[in-house]
């Protein structure tokens, strides 16, 4: 199941994806890693998001195809490159 969100919150609830790709300026992935997930972010999903789409990935690696996401990157299909940097938090 798939959830838009718009800002204002005009629409909350059940979408199919394809809306949900055309309408999203942000994607936040949480899923688990399973047959029907991996690699579900592809070139075929890239050439239908909105153009200049960010995506927060915090599901498990394989759920992004890695060269398909750099080529939506290098085509600008997917907001630009950020500077990359790694934080870690460690409760001890």
């Given at each position: ?9 005009l629409f ?9 790709l ?27 998001i ?21 080529r939506a990157?290098?085509?600008?299909q ?15």
């Amino acid at each position: 199941m798939y959830h838009l969100i718009t800002t204002p919150p005009l629409f909350v609830g059940p979408s199919p994806l394809c809306r949900v790709l055309q309408q999203g300026d942000f994607f936040s992935l949480h899923m688990p890693l399973l047959p029907s997930t991996k690699n579900m972010f592809n070139d075929e999903v890239f050439a239908k998001i909105k153009k200049g789409a960010r995506i927060i990935n915090v599901a498990r690696g394989g759920v992004i195809d890695e060269a398909a996401l750099a080529r939506a990157l290098d085509a600008g299909q997917v907001g630009p490159r950020a500077h990359m940097h790694a934080c870690a938090l460690v409760h001890m």
